[in-house]
């Protein structure tokens, strides 16, 4: 077998267990098409090859002694945010391109006593600000479906490399659509779960009230498996919920029939490419063939303040969270002056790339004396609107469907030098986070050979809804099992 | 209102970024066409909505106060820019 990169959990998983395939042989394929691939799609910082077959060994061992679960001996990348206890975490930015963390985040605790096999670290937007990875501080990753194009971002890397093969599954982290942009634009899965149900212990943070890890994947069956296997309250990440965690592999049942699906329709926004409208019309037509009730006369009318909202939000939260990068205890430090103001400020001048300050600048605006009120404050105010307006919408409805983005992925380049046309790629996304909703992302179509993806958004703690409505879009569709082919 | 060049180094002094005369000029602009768009919150009326700070509205959390061991020093202190000992090496405060 050639092709063992190619598998997806679920198949790879079987294979093991069966004694078909060991994970020396997996890991060994995925790492040959990370040394193929990646240097044309860039989508990985760091490769630990030793590391990778080091585990591989031990999770042979273990399915040796029976001790199989979902996600024994199945490769994974992991963004280059979350914390790996020896292996270098950068977050992409220069301020942590040496920073190896003395200890693993919880994700990767749990993933670790699974015996899962860690391949490497994803390239992203530096610390994860940004839509097409085109802010990390080292590289752009590129889109495998076509190399002139960005693969979204911030979890690009993640995407990427799900997409081409690379790995069977990643990692990623969506504060305003990370996730789920991405995927749509590579054409893989990606869940972002409710804010809560995933630990964030150990995620190098960017806007806390925001931010949650989750899988990119290449099919639904395997995004509930990785789900499994990384969800549940944590000790150690105080905003980590002790809700129950059900088994998301009972969501995955293609009979959808008297299922509620409300479409709101101010996600359907102005500059939004026909193509991706008729695509979602399409998806949504096959929902409601499926035996969905579609109300696609629904109105969220605050989702046009979400924007706004978001990024008085997350940059007043960054420009909190980024304080500590001083260069006194990690990363990058200014040395050429005794003056300790001066090595700080410089410090950050030399370390963090333009989109990070850009928003550490917009955040410290947004929370400084005279404005906190007329911005910050207010922010929250309509956080709460929205928050209002979302459980409204889940009185009459079992989830809401929208296109991920308002376009296929847009030319590497294109936007870098305008923040508000960058902003808007998560237009369709980031409403979720403000309200702390679960939503997945699926393959939906492709305009032109560039993939775009529909996105479902569910219950707070009803991930299980939506990727019941995924899988059965799945089954009845095959956009995920077209791959790119490498130009 | 485009933000004034003394605006954006007082923001940028809080912050304690330090920014190129280039940067200073980007941002005034970025900056101001970004807070324009924030303009579109006055519209709606908020009086007596209570802010929300976080989405799943949990209360303070708290664990028992007991004992448990930290991280090594030696771990800790293995990324340190400067050391000295077993203490991070730092300017000095006060001149």
């Not at chain 1, 060994?28 to 090859?49: F, G, N, Y």
């Not at chain 1, 699974?114 to 992203?124: C, D, P, Q, R, S």
């Not at chain 1, 404050?377 to 409805?397: D, P, S």
Request: proline share 6%; with cysteine; hydrophobic share 40%.
């Amino acid at each position: 077998m050639n092709d063992l990169h190619k598998l997806t959990i679920g198949q790879a998983h079987k294979l093991l267990k069966d004694k078909k395939l060991s994970s020396v042989e997996l890991t060994k394929s995925c790492l040959a098409q990370l040394s193929a691939v990646d240097k044309k799609v860039q989508a990985c910082v760091t490769i630990c090859e030793d590391v990778a077959l080091a585990q591989a060994k031990e999770a042979d061992k273990a399915i040796g002694k029976g001790e199989v679960q979902p996600l024994t001996g199945i490769p994974a990348i992991i963004k280059d945010v979350i914390c790996t206890s020896g292996i270098k975490t950068t977050c992409s930015s220069k301020i942590l391109a040496n920073f190896i963390p003395p200890y693993d985040a919880t994700v990767m605790k749990r993933l670790k006593q699974v015996k899962a096999v860690i391949l490497g670290k994803a390239n992203m937007d530096e610390f994860a600000m940004g839509s097409s990875t085109e802010n990390s501080g080292f590289f752009p990753t590129k889109n495998p479906w076509d190399l002139n194009r960005v693969p979204g971002g911030s979890s690009g890397g993640s995407a990427a490399a799900v997409a081409i093969d690379e790995a069977i599954y990643a990692l990623g982290s969506d504060t305003g659509g990370s996730i789920r942009q991405p995927a749509g634009f590579c054409s893989v899965v990606g869940l972002k779960p409710t804010y809560g149900r995933v630990s964030r212990f150990g995620l190098v943070a960017f806007a806390s009230s925001l931010d949650q890890i989750g899988p990119l994947t290449k099919d639904v069956t395997d995004c509930a498996l990785v789900l499994n296997a990384i969800a549940g309250h944590d000790p150690l990440d105080s905003t980590s919920a002790a809700q129950p965690v059900p088994d998301f592999n009972r969501s995955l049942n293609p009979d959808i029939k008297g299922m509620r699906i409300g479409i709101p329709k101010d996600y359907f926004v102005e500059g939004m490419q026909p193509e991706v409208r008729d695509g979602i019309d399409a998806a949504i037509n096959k929902l409601q063939e499926l035996g969905a009730k579609i109300d696609r006369n629904v109105s969220l009318p605050l989702t046009r303040y979400a924007l706004a909202v978001y990024y008085v939000i997350a940059p007043s939260e960054a420009s909190a969270n980024l304080a500590r990068y001083d260069g006194v205890k990690y990363g990058y430090s200014y040395k050429d002056t005794m003056n300790m103001w001066e090595a700080m400020e410089k410090t950050k001048q030399f370390g963090f790339g333009a989109e990070v300050k850009r928003r550490i600048m917009l955040g410290t605006y947004a929370l400084s004396a005279g404005y906190y009120d007329a911005y910050y404050l207010k922010a929250q105010k309509v956080r709460t609107l929205i928050i209002r307006e979302f459980k409204e919408a889940f009185e009459k409805y079992d989830a809401l469907v929208t296109p991920t983005s308002p376009t296929v992925p847009f030319k590497l380049g294109e936007k870098v030098d305008d923040p508000i046309q960058m902003y808007l790629s998560d237009v369709c996304t980031l409403p979720i986070n403000i309200a702390g909703l679960p939503a997945i992302s699926v393959p939906a179509g492709f305009v032109d050979g560039l993939p775009f993806g529909m996105q479902i958004i569910g219950k707070p703690f009803d991930e299980e809804t939506i990727l019941h409505l995924a899988y059965a879009y799945e089954q009845a569709t095959d956009w995920n099992k077209k791959k790119p082919i490498l130009n | 209102m485009k933000l004034s060049r003394k605006e954006v180094e007082h923001i940028a002094l809080l912050a304690r970024l330090g920014l190129s005369e280039e940067d200073i000029e980007k941002f005034r602009h970025q900056l101001s066409d970004i807070l324009e768009n924030f303009e579109i919150l006055k519209q709606l009326d908020t009086t007596d909505v209570p802010p929300t700070a976080q989405s799943i509205a949990l209360q303070n959390i708290f664990r028992p106060d007991e004992p448990r061991p930290s991280c090594p020093v030696e771990e800790i202190l293995s990324n340190a820019p400067q050391r000295e000992g077993n203490s991070f090496k730092v300017r000095a405060v006060l001149e």
